[in-house]
């Protein structure tokens, strides 16, 4: 009885196995390079409003499988010019080159011995922790240098308005301060570089039993200005957040990473 046994649970995983080759192998990508040919890694894509995505080192992002429809795409990237426009999917596995011309004027040919200089975002990790989200390695929501430009917020909180798990509160003063939105006065710790931003009466506060005040909590406007920000990392109460934040993100917590956001 063990042979029959050991044979259905084999037939069932080499059913499992090919499932999951079948749907990579229908897999849908996009593929944004510049107007040399080059990818473009890093750059910002959303398929009919959706979920934004982010392209990898080789400008690459999956849409997934399914049927054949078209879909809405935007793509954009600091320093070139944006894409928005319809595109036809089949219902088989395709790689779509999308091009996107670069904004500064061309000169004249120039050799270039340094390096390429990497943002602030690249050298802290913020597009590699971006690109594990995707994998599902965390449940962190990401808001990078173009989406900022897009929604052209004059505050931080402003910008932090809608994000799903976030809520903003006052202070009895009427200051802005980030808490989650899982329900009662819980704010969110607060990181700027790394660095955990207290409130005037510590970091250690825990008592909100009489409301938010200037003292016990971060006032979100005050500490931080929207122009100086390149992205944003949000983690709700619960989420996975990164050891290196040194927080205990009992609340969740948003990190700000600062920085030109123009090339």
């Known amino acids: 009885m063990l042979i029959p046994a050991f044979s259905r649970t084999m037939r069932l995983l080499a059913a499992g196995l090919l499932a999951g080759s079948a749907a990579h192998a229908q897999d849908r990508v996009l593929r944004v ?20 995505q982010l392209t990898d080192e080789s400008g690459r992002v999956s849409i997934g499988s399914g049927k054949k429809q078209i879909l809405t795409i935007e793509v954009r990237r600091i320093g070139y010019t944006p894409f928005y426009g319809k595109i036809d999917f089949p219902d088989t596995a395709i790689t779509i080159p999308v091009v996107l011309p670069p904004l500064a004027q061309q000169l004249g040919s120039v050799k270039v011995t340094a390096g390429k200089i990497k943002s602030s975002l690249e050298l802290n990790g913020f597009y590699r922790r971006w690109l594990d989200g995707q994998k599902g390695v965390t449940s962190a929501v990401f808001i990078g240098p173009e989406e900022i430009e897009k929604r052209n917020a004059s505050r931080v909180s402003a910008m932090l308005g809608g994000v799903t798990g976030v809520s903003m509160s006052r202070t009895s003063n009427g200051n ?40 016990n909590a971060v006032l979100i406007d005050q500490v931080i ?29 948003v990190a700000f990473w600062t920085g030109a956001r123009k090339r």
Not at 33 to 52: L, R
Not at 225 to 253: L, Q, T
Request: proline letters at 3%; a negative charge; one cysteine or more.
């Open 33 to 52: 390079v510049s107007s040399d040919s080059e990818p473009i890694a890093y750059a910002f894509v959303q398929a009919n409003g959706g979920h934004a």
């Open 225 to 253: 200005d929207i122009g100086s920000v390149a992205g944003i990392e949000i983690y709700k109460r619960g989420g996975n957040m990164p050891s290196d934040f040194h927080v205990d993100g009992e609340c969740g917590a």
């Open 176 to 215: 802005t301060v980030v808490t989650s939105s899982s329900g009662g006065s819980c704010p969110m710790a607060i990181i700027i570089d790394g660095r955990q931003v207290c409130a005037a009466a510590g970091c250690n506060v825990r008592d909100y039993s009489h409301g938010l005040t200037d003292l």
